[in-house]
């Protein structure tokens, strides 16, 4: 184990909440059911296809490119001024000293993140000089579960796949993780998935993982 790669959303920062509202306002604003159940479909997948699990539920005609670009760039637009209210206080003091004896320990850090507005969450919480690297929904073609985001922070890295241990919440995270043939430490939701390598309950216990508690 040379590196960890975390998922940014559900646990660094729990910005699922968020999600949910802006989610929530749009899905309103068309008439389309939606509640927590489906909201944990959408874990670590990209904004678009979220979208379109949303609109599994849509009954009305079928809409343009151009009417979902539309939707999307609302959602967004909600959960940024959401995001916009975060502070460092949204990190836990757990989390900001496990970051540190990680990196103390000569752990390369980076995030593996499927949104656009990893940059922007990183900043509000004054977190961004904490990662080696940010590979985001900015520099990629394919989401979760496709390794690619992984893949590539392990590249932004300079550090082999099998040196790389990824945490994540979201299911489609560990796959994602496993196809880019790392180990898979499941944490929150992820927790009871069977595909995980590991599985913790706090995040302190990757001290333990990494062997330095
Ligand atoms: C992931 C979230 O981190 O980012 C998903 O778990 C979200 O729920 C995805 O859809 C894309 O986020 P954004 O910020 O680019 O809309
Ligand atoms: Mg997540």
């Not at 980076?110 to 520099?139: P, Y």
């Amino acid at each position: 184990m040379k590196a960890f790669i975390f998922d940014l959303d559900g646990v660094i920062v729990f910005t699922d909440k968020f999600h949910y509202q802006a989610w929530k306002k749009m899905a309103d604003s068309m008439g389309i059911y939606f509640d927590e159940t489906i909201n944990n479909r959408l874990r670590g997948v990209s904004r678009a296809e979220s979208l379109e699990i949303i609109l599994e539920r849509y009954e009305g005609t079928p809409l343009s490119p151009e009417k979902k670009a539309a939707l999307m760039e609302e959602k967004n637009n909600t959960y940024r001024s959401l995001l916009a209210t975060m502070t460092p206080c949204d990190v836990t003091n757990q989390v900001r000293d496990t970051l540190k004896k990680l990196r103390e320990a000569g752990f390369k850090l980076a995030i593996g993140s499927s949104s656009k507005n990893a940059r922007f969450i990183l900043e509000k919480v004054a977190l961004t000089d904490a990662f080696d690297a940010i590979s985001d929904g900015n520099n990629i073609t394919h989401s979760k579960p496709d390794p690619e985001v992984f893949v590539k922070a392990g590249q932004f890295l300079g550090e082999a796949p099998e040196d790389c241990v990824v945490i994540e919440d979201a299911y489609a995270g560990i796959d994602a993780a496993k196809a880019a043939e790392m180990t898979a430490v499941g944490i929150g939701d992820a927790s009871g998935y069977d595909k995980a390598d590991y599985k913790i309950h706090e995040f302190s216990e990757l001290l333990k993982i990494a062997g330095i508690a």
